[in-house]
């Protein structure tokens, strides 16, 4: 081999060493989740259905993830994630294809993770995933119409995100939304922070969230960074100047078992361009058990109740009684055939979309939220499969 052979293989031999370097330190990743079932819901505004429905033990979605090694223990890391209609093959939101999540940003062992984008709240993250909506799924096991924000109805827009390396067991994470509104401070912006602590067979987290809309409409502006669920529970403050979310949730795990306690309080602010006079709040007492009977078999029970403060010309509180469960047969890692039973009953009243007071009606989880009872009661039956990729 001659001299300029010799270089020319040299060279080659080289950039294979730093292509193999950078596929080893760097890597893109799709995954996501196809979810369907048969749905039977007894009322849904005055009449039974029986219908498919996806996304209801795992939201159906996909995603590119990725990571780079930057060295010394720092990494650059985005996910892009979006929502799909397994029956329809369309998109959850039009004009957002990622609308789940989408953000980018650098994460180091030891002065932790800093993202920026469209991301899940503290709040959700670390008290939501103790909570009813994590075991049981948010379809049939969210407090009513996920009214305080404890599974995914809530992205944050132009967000700034900040989760701490865990320390001795604690973990702390805070978010800030821009409103990105010129001439408009403190309107529009969210603001989230939680704390958690897991050690041995206890977890346990606490968190805040608070909505700021602009006042520049009737509603809930959706230029604001972040929105929260509409349903029969809070249609009649979705005006409301702010919304202010405190949780806590504890789960302890015994051999097979696992037990665990929550509780919301959740404050609809009036004044600004609000349609309602006095601040309304919303209290929330839970419990949840989840039995891993076999490796390819566990089941789980929650029950809740909400209740309602007296304002806004109402004199006979809301009150939201629901019982969920849910069963799970594992046929491999990535495949699950389940089944999902809830039942709610209202009591009192409470204030429609036009302000005016009613009787309040039965909303199951946060999957009846565009589609309540036109009674005080609701039983949603679900049996369906879901498959990981």
């Known amino acids: 081999m001659n001299r300029h052979a010799k270089t020319r293989a040299f060279l080659l031999a080289a950039a294979l060493c730093d292509v193999a370097s950078v596929q080893a330190q760097s890597n893109v990743t799709l995954y996501g989740t196809v979810d369907d079932a048969i749905s039977y819901v007894n009322n849904q505004n005055g009449s039974s259905n029986v219908y498919l429905r996806h996304g209801n033990l795992y939201a159906s979605k996909f995603g590119l993830r990725g990571n780079e090694d930057l060295g010394g223990g720092t990494r650059a890391i985005f996910d892009l994630q979006a929502g799909f209609d397994a029956n329809t093959g369309a998109a959850v939101s039009a004009g957002r294809l990622f609308n789940r999540q989408a953000y980018v940003g650098l994460a180091n062992d030891t002065y932790g993770t800093l993202t920026m984008g469209r991301q899940y709240t503290p709040y ?20 009513p119409g996920d009214y305080d924000s404890l599974n995914t109805t809530v992205r944050i827009n132009n967000a700034l995100t900040y989760v701490s390396p865990v320390f001795k067991g604690v973990s702390a994470s805070a978010l800030y939304g821009f409103s990105g509104i010129a001439g408009s401070p403190g309107k529009g912006q969210s603001v989230s922070a939680a704390l958690r602590y897991t050690g041995g067979p206890l977890s346990l987290a606490a968190g805040y969230l608070r909505l700021n809309n602009t006042g520049r409409t009737a509603g809930f502006d959706p230029n604001a ?16 100047r702010a919304v202010q979310n405190i949780a806590a949730a504890g789960n302890y795990t015994l051999g097979d078992f696992t037990f665990g306690l929550n509780y919301t309080n959740v404050q609809y602010l009036a004044g600004g361009t609000a349609a309602f006079a006095n601040t309304a709040v919303f209290n929330t007492y839970g419990a949840l058990a989840a039995w891993r009977a076999t490796p390819e078999f566990d089941l789980a029970a929650a029950f809740s109740y909400t209740m309602a403060a007296k304002a806004n010309g109402i004199t006979s509180a809301a009150r939201y009684r629901q019982y969920s469960l849910r069963e799970s047969w594992h046929l491999s890692k990535r495949t699950t055939l389940y089944a999902l039973q809830a039942y709610q009953r209202a009591g009192g009243q409470t204030l429609g979309a036009r302000g005016n007071v009613g009787g309040a009606v039965a909303t199951v989880g946060d999957s009846q939220n565009a589609s309540p009872s036109s009674t005080n009661a609701q039983f949603v039956g679900m049996a369906g499969i879901s498959m990981l990729f």
Do not use: E, P, Q
């Open 124 to 143: 959700m993250l670390f008290v939501g995933a103790l909570a009813a909506n994590s075991w049981l799924t948010g379809a049939t096991g969210s407090h």
């Open 225 to 240: 960074s972040g929105s929260f669920a509409i349903s029969a529970v809070n249609r009649g403050y979705a005006s409301a």
